[in-house]
């Protein structure tokens, strides 16, 4: 079953405008992740954020985390159009597990 | 380092065909292993996934099968496909301890 769910499903910015991505989801977490996906690759990983961290930056990602509210946002700042690609957030299914689920993902668009 | 080896690329098969897709990671051991499909468009559904040589864990019911035969090979497999068993079809490692995961480049199933 899906643990995360992104929010919006499809965002369009210029570029240079900043790009925000949510995530809700439902058991309890020691870490929720950020991802990439290129139109038809794998995904590569962008961020991680402990359960105990509320804000976390990586260059232009700024990742945070709400565990009393069960969501996370993903902030890129100034956007390029080199950063159109879907994104998901992924969880582990409760403490312990093993099952990595990734939410439905946000397809974002950087339009030059 | 670590890499993941996916293949093939893409794949177009009759339906009532058999399948096997491969994965093998070098660079570690004991990895978790995984196994996604992609539909169109959509987020990743967790097939299969593995912690161990010969463990296999089932997450959907369906017309697939997963084995690990060696500790940094992960197979999936299908004795007759389906036209519901086309997509995208991703395999993933991480270490122990829910760490961020590591994808290969990804099969595209065309069933026909």
């Known amino acids: 079953s899906q643990q995360g769910e992104e929010d919006p499903q499809a965002l369009s910015i210029q570029e240079g405008e900043n790009a925000t991505m949510n995530c809700s989801y439902k058991t309890s977490i020691n870490n929720l992740q950020w991802y990439r996906q290129n139109s038809g690759r794998g995904l590569v990983h962008l961020i991680l954020?402990?359960?105990?961290?509320r804000e976390k930056h990586s260059g232009r990602l700024r990742v945070t985390l709400d565990t009393s509210k069960k969501s996370s946002s993903l902030l890129i700042t100034a956007s390029r159009a080199a950063d159109t690609a879907s994104y998901f957030c992924a969880t582990y299914s409760g403490a312990g597990s093993y099952q990595l689920t990734f939410g439905k993902g946000t397809k974002l668009s950087v339009i030059p | 380092s670590q890499t993941i080896h996916q293949w093939p690329a893409t794949l177009v098969q009759p339906v009532g065909s058999p399948l096997s897709l491969e994965c093998t990671v070098e660079g570690t051991s004991n990895p978790n292993l995984y196994w996604y499909r992609q539909a169109a468009g959509r987020g990743l559904q967790l097939l299969f996934y593995?912690?161990?040589?010969?463990?296999i864990s089932s997450e959907v019911p369906q017309n697939l099968s997963a084995s690990r035969p060696q500790d940094r090979q992960f197979i999936l497999s299908s004795k007759k496909l389906l036209l519901s068993d086309s997509g995208f079809y991703l395999c993933?490692?991480?270490?122990?301890?829910?760490?961020?995961?590591?994808f290969g480049q990804g099969t595209r199933l065309t069933v026909v």
């Open positions: 593995s912690v161990g040589i010969g463990q």
């Open positions: 954020i402990r359960s105990n961290e």
């Open positions: 993933a490692w991480t270490s122990q301890g829910n760490t961020e995961a590591f």
